[in-house]
């Protein structure tokens, strides 16, 4: 069964995937697809993502998925350990987080909505700091109830796969961590871990030429 994940170096949703698979010891090719370059609006890659967004999942010849959240549901189901979707009350706060970050913050900070609001004059650092400000927020205050060494407790979760990402999104748009300390121990703490830090924007095949070719961190 070959896998294939569509990827962006520097895209979130990508990243939760990637960390997903690395903790499900599944191994993949991994497709770059250049989101400057607007190659996800190619025919091909929007006959199978209609969105023309990545991540996009490739299983064999006739199964092809996207949207981070159902692939790693499906990884879920193919690989059910470690589990990332925990059950009961601690299932419901893991999926508050993540849908937090998933619906409330990344998609308005996301490459199209910058590239719109700086097509209507506006400040496109300055409304993806506030976005991520706002929106971390609501997600510190989750974790009061919630957290251990990681956002649900003591072991690793869908929360912790949108978490980190947008960590780093909000370090590109200087958002003051300093006023999330429940959020900042947590990324450290994943840090650490092998499955995040391979899964890292810095470590994927197509980073090092968008950095070659001036995009910044």
Known sequence: MGVKLHSYWRSSCSWRVRIGLALKDLEYEYVPVNLLDAEQRGDAFAAQSAMKQVPLLEVGPEFAMTQSLAILRYLEHVVPEPALFPQGRDGARALEIAEIINSGIQPLQNLSVLQYIESLGGDRAAWGKDVITRGFVAVERALEKSSG?????????????????????????????????????????CAKLDAFASAHPDQQPDAQKQMNEGVTR
Do not use: E, K
Request: glycine residues 2%.
């Open 149 to 189: 060494a990681y956002c649900i407790g003591d072991r690793v979760s869908v929360a912790d796969l949108c978490l980190v990402p947008q960590v780093y999104n909000a370090r590109r748009f200087d958002v003051d961590l300093s006023a999330f300390p429940n959020i900042s121990a947590i990324d450290a703490r």
